[in-house]
């Protein structure tokens, strides 16, 4: 389970964020960023947004991604298993 107050980088596609927003799973902030602006390092994210949790549907994508914001110098993960994983974790919680 992510750490109350970690920001969450969603890289989901906008029809699957509206269909199961992170927010209404977790308290954390969320922030929606696609792999693309990520590769092409047009996130906009600095080390001031802290460590960040990079999430996606299954967790593939968010794993490329959270290689590319460490090579930004940023501090980021991402979360195995994407949002099935996290709302396991929130059913639990």
Do not use: W
Request: glycine fraction near 8%; hydrophobic fraction near 45%.
């Amino acid at each position: 389970m992510p750490p109350e107050g970690q920001l969450l980088i969603d890289l989901r596609p906008a029809s699957l964020r509206g269909a199961e927003p992170l927010s209404a799973l977790l308290p954390n902030p969320v922030r929606a960023i696609s792999l693309d602006e990520i590769e092409e390092g047009q996130h906009q994210l600095t080390p001031l947004d802290g460590p960040l949790i990079v999430i996606c549907e299954r967790g593939i994508r968010s794993t490329l991604a959270a290689r590319f914001l460490r090579a930004d110098g940023l501090e980021a993960v991402a979360y195995a298993g994407g949002v099935p994983a996290l709302r396991l974790a929130a059913k639990s919680r």
